[in-house]
């Protein structure tokens, strides 16, 4: 399923990376410590994080994410969404909470994981 | 939904023995990061994490939580998990991912906590 | 019985001793007594077995199956020093009721005699003794639980004075996030323990818990956390000698955080849960001082008329 698509089932915010929504996610990933993030997520994934500073915009980098979602309407730092505008990183926000975005995520995508 | 059902659901296995798996969780919360997580209405809730240190229970203990499940396959500390057994609320533990574990919650019809609307 | 239960239960079986749970009525034969007298002793008393007394010592065990023997042989004039059981294992009255409880399971047997330190016969022990001296000591531990649960929920009722309060305090090390959160759940377990609502206990320990990681997390050395417990209130009271918060307005934001990133991988110092602390309680009241430290106090009300409604919750 297409990023665009995703975001316009769950109604998220789009705040970086307008131009890359077009990106193929491959499944979702959900963790708040960076080096969960790190060792686990996968390229083509969505992560699901309530973390929103300079540090996950270089992790998703880094480990060729289809975007980050940051839950439960957590800020998003000036110069993490700067910062994704460059990189092409998609940030995307949302006020419901990591449970709820994982669940519905989860059943558009299928048993992916 | 019963304890026993999450842990079927999740493919979960008990990290504490003598689990009452009776216990009934009425709704999830998932998070690695527990300082938001007492804005949201925990009681007999399910929390779902990946934090190994005592603070996942502290947080439990705190709000009244049903139970608590460490996904990922993490290994709560040694003192996570004499705090869980001198608080007595049930540990478990999963392989799969948060997002699985919330996913299949999720479709098995468990709700959202929500954030206290009032304190009252 | 819960699992909490069933564990105190099994403790139990270590802790008591035979002699606490023992029959003491003891009815005795000796070797010459007849079976038939016996048969009349067993009907009578209600009971299955008796201990065989030859010269004071125990000799043996005369029980229903021997009696049965006896009467099968029609020898109901015999003497119980016949067809009693000579081989008899005894407890002493001091080991615990487990060992009983080996005993009856391994060699099949319906009764022990209990023996003094000198070996002298004091006593008789069934299993049934076993479930009701276990049975017992629960429901003593209830009952005293019970009492100290109701003294503690009416600690006020007995101290006299024009204001009387109880005063928790505690230190609160930096970054020890093992220990961290100790003074919340203690002071949590307090006021359950009080008889304080439930409801109220949890916007207390929340609130607790914010401020005293707040501490853990944010201080230059530790600080203090003080509850203050009085009928009318519970008082919370955080202090620390530094850093200080540069601007509390900002640090009011829910998010804003100024948490170092292995903090946050530790799981801590996404916000600073003031704003949580704020919708917790009935009032509070947040002072800083550059370099000289920080000092939170807040106000929730036992009774609901005396605090206004907290209506600014996050």
């Given at each position: 399923m297409k990023l665009?698509?995703?975001?316009?089932?769950?109604?998220?915010?789009?705040?970086?990376?307008?131009?890359?929504?077009?990106?193929?996610?491959?499944?979702?990933?959900?963790?708040?410590?960076?080096?969960?993030?790190?060792?686990?997520?996968?390229?083509?994934?969505?992560?699901?994080?309530?973390?929103?500073?300079?540090?996950?915009?270089?992790?998703?980098?880094?480990?060729?994410?289809?975007?980050?979602?940051?839950?439960?309407?957590?800020?998003?730092?000036?110069?993490?969404?700067?910062?994704?505008?460059?990189?092409?990183?998609?940030?995307?926000?949302?006020?419901?909470?990591?449970?709820?975005?994982?669940?519905?995520?989860?059943?558009?995508?299928?048993?992916?994981? | 939904m019963r304890l026993r059902e999450v842990m079927q659901v999740t493919r979960a296995r008990p990290i504490l023995a003598g689990l009452d798996l009776d216990v009934e969780v009425q709704a999830c919360f998932a998070a690695d990061l527990m300082s938001d997580a007492l804005r949201y209405d925990l009681e007999h809730?399910?929390?779902?994490?990946?934090?190994?240190?005592?603070?996942?229970?502290?947080?439990?203990?705190?709000?009244?939580?049903a139970a608590v499940l460490m996904a990922r396959g993490k290994v709560p500390t040694p003192e996570s998990v004499q705090l869980a057994e001198e608080l007595g609320i049930p540990l478990l533990g999963t392989d799969i991912t948060m997002y699985e574990t919330c996913g299949r919650l999720y479709a098995a019809g468990l709700p959202s906590c929500a954030p206290h609307s009032s304190q009252e | 019985m819960s699992p909490t239960e069933v564990l105190k239960a099994q403790e139990l079986v270590y802790e008591l001793r035979i002699g606490d749970i023992m029959s003491r009525r003891l009815v005795t034969v000796t070797a010459d007594t007849t079976m038939r007298e016996v048969?009349?002793?067993?009907?009578?008393?209600?009971?299955?077995?008796?201990?065989?007394?030859?010269?004071?010592?125990?000799?043996?065990?005369?029980?229903?199956?021997d009696l049965i023997r006896s009467l099968e042989e029609n020898d109901l004039d015999a003497l119980a020093g016949q067809y009693?059981?000579?081989?008899?294992?005894?407890?002493?009255?001091?080991?615990?009721?487990?060992?009983?409880?080996?005993?009856?399971?391994?060699?099949?047997?319906?009764r022990l005699p209990v023996v003094d330190d000198e070996g002298r016969l004091v006593g008789i022990m069934t299993p049934d003794d076993i479930t009701r001296g276990v049975l017992r000591a629960l429901e003593k531990a209830y009952h005293e639980e019970e009492i100290r649960r109701y003294r503690a929920r009416h600690v006020f009722d007995d101290i006299k004075s024009d204001r009387t309060s109880l005063i928790l305090r505690y230190d609160i090390p930096l970054r020890d996030f093992n220990r961290a959160g100790?003074?919340?759940?203690?002071?949590?377990?307090?006021?359950?323990?009080?008889?304080?609502?439930?409801?109220?206990?949890?916007?207390?320990?929340?609130?607790?818990y914010e401020a005293e990681m707040n501490i853990v997390i944010h201080s230059v050395a530790g600080g203090n956390l003080v509850a203050e417990i009085n009928p009318e209130l519970i008082a919370l009271l955080a202090y620390d000698t530094g850093p200080g918060i540069p601007d509390i307005e900002k640090a009011m934001t829910p998010g804003y955080s100024t948490a170092p990133d292995w903090i946050r991988e530790m799981g801590f110092g996404a916000g600073m849960g003031l704003c949580n602390i704020k919708a917790c309680v009935d009032q509070m009241d947040l002072n800083s001082w550059p370099r000289q430290g920080t000092r939170l106090e807040a106000v929730i009300y036992l009774k609901p008329t005396e605090g206004k409604a907290s209506d600014e919750a996050a």
């Open positions: 665009h698509e995703i975001v316009e089932t769950l109604a998220l915010t789009v705040r970086a990376g307008r131009r890359s929504l077009d990106t193929e996610v491959t499944g979702g990933y959900a963790a708040d410590l960076l080096s969960c993030a790190m060792a686990g997520a996968e390229p083509g994934n969505l992560w699901l994080t309530l973390q929103g500073h300079l540090n996950v915009v270089a992790v998703a980098t880094l480990n060729e994410l289809a975007g980050v979602i940051v839950t439960e309407g957590k800020p998003v730092s000036p110069d993490a969404l700067a910062k994704a505008d460059e990189e092409g990183l998609p940030i995307l926000t949302t006020t419901l909470g990591t449970f709820e975005v994982a669940g519905r995520l989860w059943a558009l995508l299928g048993a992916t994981r | 809730a399910l929390l779902i994490s990946g934090l190994v240190n005592p603070q996942v229970m502290r947080t439990a203990e705190m709000a009244d939580v | 048969k009349t002793i067993l009907r009578d008393r209600r009971i299955s077995g008796l201990p065989v007394l030859d010269g004071g010592n125990l000799a043996g065990i005369v029980s229903i199956e009693m059981t000579t081989l008899v294992h005894t407890i002493g009255e001091r080991e615990p009721a487990v060992r009983a409880l080996n005993v009856f399971g391994r060699l099949g047997v319906g100790r003074a919340s759940s203690q002071i949590k377990q307090t006021l359950n323990r009080l008889g304080v609502d439930p409801r109220i206990v949890r916007r207390v320990a929340i609130a607790s």
